[in-house]
């Protein structure tokens, strides 16, 4: 269901990303893939699909001073054909056939002390009517700076501003594992309470939130839950490493591999 590849507790100067040439390998077969799944999710009702820009995980690396980043230029229509619709083929012909954009997920705190995650929509493109951070992809716009992403997914879902969010910290990077799809995960604190956030949700994308209390048992709890989506389970792991310990960590991952 989920790899956590790295943990830590990342401000904004220890991150660092930079641009490089992309390394995906083009195949004939893969690229006819890509075609027939980006003509199949055209047809489905209600759905109108953007091969807007995305950034494509390269490589990282920990350093004594931080988190190295190497990003590349992808799409989503390479992200549908592959990740989306054909994860097996990264076992087929090796993992640099894969779009691999790279997710942004914040686990996000409030004023009075919850921890708050959206229910996704029915009309979405994966994982519909599943729990899941408040989130999106890292894109070009967003100039390299992680922490800006995630303000900007933020802004875009809930109608925060900058200053409603002054504290956002890299926890690590996960993967889904059938999605094979790296994610950047993340800790933001908002100076607005639940009810405050809860009002802004948009209805585009979400039906509605959920709301865990910030103790170790509400956290955990919620973590085995099989509404959540890979993604939303290590968005709450790697906060509740930071908040309650690397014992809580072990203890809730053990869980977890014995409940899925």
């Known amino acids: 269901m989920l790899q956590l590849h790295v943990t830590g507790n990342w401000e904004k100067s220890q991150l660092r990303v ?8 083009l195949l004939p077969e893969v690229e006819h893939l890509i075609d027939r799944a980006w003509q199949k999710a055209s047809l489905r009702p209600g759905v109108k699909l953007f091969d807007g820009p995305m950034c494509r995980m390269e490589r990282w690396r920990v350093t004594d001073g931080g988190l190295e980043i190497d990003l590349s230029a992808t799409s989503y229509r390479p992200f549908v054909g592959t990740n989306l619709a054909h994860p097996e083929l990264a076992e087929q012909y090796g993992r640099d056939v894969m779009a691999n954009p790279v997710g942004v997920s ?3 705190l409030t004023a009075d002390g919850f921890l708050l995650l959206g229910r996704r929509n029915a009309s979405v493109a994966y994982y519909p009517n599943r729990i ?9 716009r967003d100039g390299n700076d992680l ?7 933020l802004a875009e879902e809930l109608s925060l501003r900058d200053a409603d969010v002054p504290d956002v910290r890299c926890t690590g990077i996960a993967e889904d594992s059938a999605m094979r799809q790296p994610e950047l995960l993340f800790s933001a604190v908002t100076v607005l309470n639940r009810r405050q956030v809860e009002a802004q949700v948009h209805a ?9 209390p910030a103790n170790p048992e509400a956290v955990a709890q919620t973590a085995l839950s099989p509404e ?13 490493r930071i908040s309650f310990g690397e014992a809580w960590l072990t203890e809730v991952s ?7």
Do not use: K, M, N
């Not at 930079?18 to 390998?25: E, G, H, I, L």
């Open 132 to 140: 899941h951070p408040f989130a999106g992809a890292l894109e070009p």
């Open 106 to 108: 914040p686990a996000l």
């Open 147 to 153: 922490c800006r992403a995630v303000r900007r997914e």
């Open 18 to 25: 930079r641009t490089v040439p992309s390394t995906r390998r």
């Open 254 to 260: 053990g869980s977890l591999r014995h409940t899925r």
């Open 204 to 212: 585009d994308e979400h039906g509605g939130s959920i709301a865990v």
């Open 228 to 240: 959540l989506t890979p993604v939303a389970v290590a968005s709450l792991l790697l906060w509740g």
